[in-house]
């Protein structure tokens, strides 16, 4: 499937912030925004929710919590109870260490994971982008254009009198 | 927007752009390697032939190859563990907890000193795998069912503990040192033209194209997984401390442990951090990101967990006098005045007295000094475990068994493999992967007091006509900016 966008490349992020505003609030909606580094107050401008990573991470802590648990207890207090130095089976501040580095490895591991699926993160040979140059100094926004791409020239227009110091058309294949 | 107070001192020099940042960074990844990388590179592997043939006498022969005796039965090995985690700290320290109060100047410095702590768990790792005498059956140490080993491992065991912490700490801080590297992977791949080049980072980049909901998930990550490194680096030396605190062995047997080998692996690690990086900075010509402000707020660091060190070394005397165990008094007594006095003295020097010297604004901004110092604080605090370790074991209950320790080639040729092994991995990682985080660099660029090129001259006489932002306004500004806010 071949998608066509206007390009709009901007020198600054301030810049880029208001015409991310200036152009939603003219009704255009921005496909996306790639630029090098993250830049601050653009999920408020784009308006991208705020992430629920974090109550994953609650969960999947939790689980390495529970689960480093069981297993001391299970295995030390009822699958081959040994008295070690005279103590109880299931000596419990014994396995606080292990418990507590198991949530961080759940943690740790699952946010990975799930950072890596939802964003579509994985190795590939080749990666298609829009304009090089967002991974180096510009601020790259895509307005997806339709088959005739007969909005191009206004876009252009809103796109140069926001502050882009250039605007390219681009066709993107999805493969 | 942030705003920086236009007195303090400027993070990044020399008028950088963003670009300027991408092609600074990236220059070394793309270039050939220069002869002064391939010489230490050089260096480098014939240490790791050592560390190899070490290996393989320690393996076929067994643990008789190296000098322990049977009342010292602890030396070098562990001391050359716990000397190797400790290093590791500072990178974790740097990435996580300096994140969480929001230190912008450890931008340009997190990213090697992450990856310094994975080489140093990879290094500490290697004595009790060895020590195992059996390296291949090293998966018993994991919980597997009975007919894998004998029983259930012993979840009472600090050694046990140490087996959880270390593994944690190493796949974390792969996994939080990685995702770091993706956007900068991402900005090689942008940038490449060979084939393989092209090909090798698409894939290391995993795809990455810098949209603002992958910036903005990205950072949410950075957040937690700051947050879960933090109680997880101090953990793990207080797990470290335990294989000894939680032993009876007097000079071992201590409640102060865990917060004084936490001081101490910061200590440690922080040295480190300036041995490489003022190295690194030379080498790839980085003067303008490294400055003489990250040197000497490093050194500060040092300075405090050093002090740190030296108020716990003094305690443990007074504890030990305090408490009227005569064993834990004669421990201490032979510590600083028996047949190990020597090392006991170079410990307090290196680790006690020199970081003071930091006080003076003169040390603290001396790249010499800086870096002589860096290396008696490593020295030192070798020397510290292995007080620690040796002078707690060698004069036991029994005064027929006491003892001395003497290392064989082999401990010797181990402990300089290990430090072949980490240089061969470090000048890789520098060779290969960008050094310094250019994202992040990129984010504080904007809003760094910078009063102009300071290093390259070249650059400062074509900053001078082009580029004189109005005052307070930020150093990559453009000629026409106008303050939004």
């Known amino acids: 499937m071949t998608k066509r966008f206007a390009v709009g490349i901007f020198e600054d992020e301030d810049v880029l912030l208001h015409a991310i ?36 991470a609650f969960f999947f802590g939790m689980t390495g919590l529970a689960f480093a648990l069981w297993m001391q207890i299970y295995m030390l207090g009822f699958d081959w109870p040994m008295i070690i130095g005279g103590k109880p089976h299931i000596a419990l501040p014994a396995f606080i260490p292990v418990a507590f580095e198991l949530t961080v490895f759940f943690t740790c591991h699952g946010m990975a994971l799930t950072f890596f699926t939802i964003t579509g993160l994985y190795p590939r040979p080749k990666v298609p982008v829009i304009d090089v140059r967002a991974t180096d100094d510009k601020f790259v926004m895509a307005i997806e254009l339709d088959e005739s791409s007969s909005q191009f020239p206004r876009l252009t227009q809103l796109l140069r009198d926001n502050g882009a110091s250039e605007v390219n058309q681009k066709e993107m294949t999805n493969k | 927007m942030q705003h920086v107070s236009a007195i303090r001192e400027p993070l990044v020099t020399g008028g950088k752009t963003l ?41 076929w022969y067994g643990i008789g190859e190296w000098g322990l005796n049977k009342t010292v039965d602890w030396a070098w090995d562990i001391t050359n563990f716990v000397w190797w985690v400790g290093i590791g700290h500072a990178g974790t320290l740097i990435s996580a907890v300096l994140l969480l109060f929001r230190q912008k100047w450890r931008s340009s410095i997190n990213r090697a000193a992450e990856a310094m702590t994975i080489f140093a768990v990879i290094c500490a790792a290697m004595f009790p795998v060895l020590h195992m005498g059996r390296p291949w059956l090293a998966y018993w140490v ?10 259930w491992v012993n979840f009472n065991s600090p050694l046990l503990w140490d087996v959880f912490a270390i593994s944690t700490y190493f796949t974390v801080s792969l996994v939080f040192w990685y995702i770091g590297l993706i956007p900068d992977f991402a900005s090689i791949r942008d940038r490449a033209k060979g084939t393989i080049a092209k090909f090798s980072y698409s894939m290391l980049s995993f795809g990455w194209k810098g949209s603002a909901k992958a910036w903005s998930r990205y950072e949410t990550v950075s957040l937690i997984l700051a947050g879960v490194s933090t109680p997880l680096v101090l953990s793990v030396h207080t797990i470290v401390s335990m294989d000894f605190a939680t032993s009876v062995v007097p000079g071992w047997h201590t409640t102060i442990f865990p917060p004084y080998f936490v001081a101490g692996a910061i200590f440690s690690g922080f040295a480190m951090v300036l041995t490489l990086m003022l190295i690194t900075r030379v080498v790839f010509r980085l003067e303008d990101y490294i400055t003489l402000e990250h040197i000497a707020l490093m050194n500060k660091i040092m300075m405090v967990t050093g002090s740190i060190v ?3 070394y003094i305690t443990e005397f007074f504890i030990a006098w305090y408490s009227q165990v005569e064993f834990e008094q004669y421990a201490f007594i032979n510590r600083a005045t028996g047949p190990y006095w020597w090392a006991y003295a170079s410990m307090m020097t290196c680790n006690v007295i020199s970081p003071q010297l930091v006080w003076l604004r003169r040390v603290r901004y001396s790249i010499p000094l800086t870096f002589v110092l860096s290396i008696i604080v490593n020295i030192g605090m070798w020397f510290e475990r292995f007080v620690i370790i040796v002078t707690s074991l060698h004069r036991d209950y029994l005064p027929s068994s006491w003892a001395m320790f003497s290392p064989t080639i082999i401990d010797i040729g181990l402990y300089l493999g290990t430090l072949g092994l980490f240089f061969t991995l470090f000048l890789l990682f520098a060779k290969f992967f960008p050094v310094i985080n250019m994202a992040e660099v990129k984010t504080i660029l ?31 500004a453009p000629i026409n900016y106008t303050k939004h806010d």
């Open chain 2, 19 to 59: 670009h300027d940042v991408t092609q600074d960074i990236c220059y070394q990844v793309e270039a050939k390697p220069n002869i002064r990388w391939m010489a230490a590179l050089s260096v480098a592997l014939f240490f790791l032939g050592v560390f190899f043939y070490s290996v393989y006498r320690t393996v």
């Open chain 1, 21 to 56: 505003e200036n152009i939603r609030a003219a009704g255009v909606k921005i496909y996306d925004v790639f630029s090098p580094y993250p830049v601050h107050g653009i999920d408020d401008a784009l308006g991208i929710e705020r992430s629920r990573l974090p109550i994953a």
């Open chain 2, 446 to 476: 904007k809003y760094t007091v910078d009063n102009g090129p300071t290093y390259n001259p070249q650059k400062a006489a074509h900053a001078a006509h082009t580029h004189q932002p109005a005052v307070g306004a930020p150093a990559s």
């Open chain 2, 142 to 151: 994991f919980p597997f069912q009975n007919t894998f080993g004998s029983l």
């Open chain 2, 310 to 312: 030296g108020v716990a």
